[in-house]
């Protein structure tokens, strides 16, 4: 069974004992949270789409941690201007522990 979720604002496809990151959840390392906002859940080849599907998704908060730095760099050319920007995103590492 899989379903595509919306965490914080973008969509995973899921099933059972994934490890994904997200971005930054609230709660602790060992906290259990449900995700409600399922937009598709399916089985085989039996598809439920929008408010049909009416799962709930059971996840396990693993770790806290900060993504791979990001790099910006703006130059323009002749002008003597430079200009070295980085990046990294806070996320969470979470395991879907079931679909129901």
Do not use: C, P, W
Not at 17 to 34: F, K, P, Q, S, W
Not at 36 to 64: C, F, P, Q, R, Y
Not at 78 to 98: D, F
Request: aromatic share 6%.
């Amino acid at each position: 069974m899989f379903a595509v979720v919306s965490i914080a604002g973008q969509q995973f496809r899921v099933k059972a004992n994934d490890e994904i990151y997200v971005h930054r959840l609230e709660g602790n390392a060992g906290d259990t949270i449900e995700l409600k906002d399922v937009l598709l859940s399916g089985e085989g080849g039996n598809i439920t789409l929008g408010s049909a599907a009416t799962s709930v998704i059971k996840a396990e908060i693993l770790e806290h941690l900060k993504g791979d730095k990001v790099l910006i760099f703006k130059k323009k050319r002749r002008k003597g201007y430079q200009k070295l920007n980085g990046h990294r995103q806070y996320l969470t590492k979470i395991k879907i522990s079931e679909i129901a």
